[in-house]
């Protein structure tokens, strides 16, 4: 029973494998099997969205962002920014002196994100108001 079991199980594998690489599927150029696949690629983190939506209007420095999202460790916090840093969402900026500044803004293309969020945060205030 365990080897017909484990040989299913290859066997499963095998055909998601196929079905990963074949060349039927709309966006297998790209690597995506859809266009939101490459968005939750660079915005899917549990704090990625609330730290766009705080950066669109302004520079805003580690601590102040901290305090806007006070569930969010400093170490999540951090990687998170270093994600979007990595993806070209934002710039950071160090200032050498004591204590340590370090700001974070949009880049162009972190910019150009942020007409959707308004959206996002328009529907949340209509979502909120259904359910109060």
């Keep these: 029973m365990a080897k017909r079991a484990s040989r299913h199980k290859k066997d499963t594998m095998a055909k998601i494998s196929e079905q990963r690489r074949s060349p039927k599927r ?43 999202m006070p569930l969010a460790t400093k170490r999540i916090l951090t990687k998170q920014l270093r994600e979007l840093e990595g993806d070209g969402m934002i710039t950071r900026k160090v200032f050498r002196q004591v204590p340590p500044r370090v700001d974070y803004s949009l880049t162009k293309e972190g910019k150009s994100i942020a007409p959707i969020l308004d959206e996002l945060c328009e529907w949340g205030k209509r979502r909120i108001g259904r359910s109060t």
């Design 26 to 68: 709309k966006y297998a150029r790209s690597g995506y099997d859809s266009p939101i696949d490459a968005v939750l690629e660079v915005i899917g983190g549990k704090y990625k969205v609330a730290i766009l939506y705080h950066l669109r209007g302004s520079v805003v420095r580690f601590g102040e962002l901290h305090r806007l």
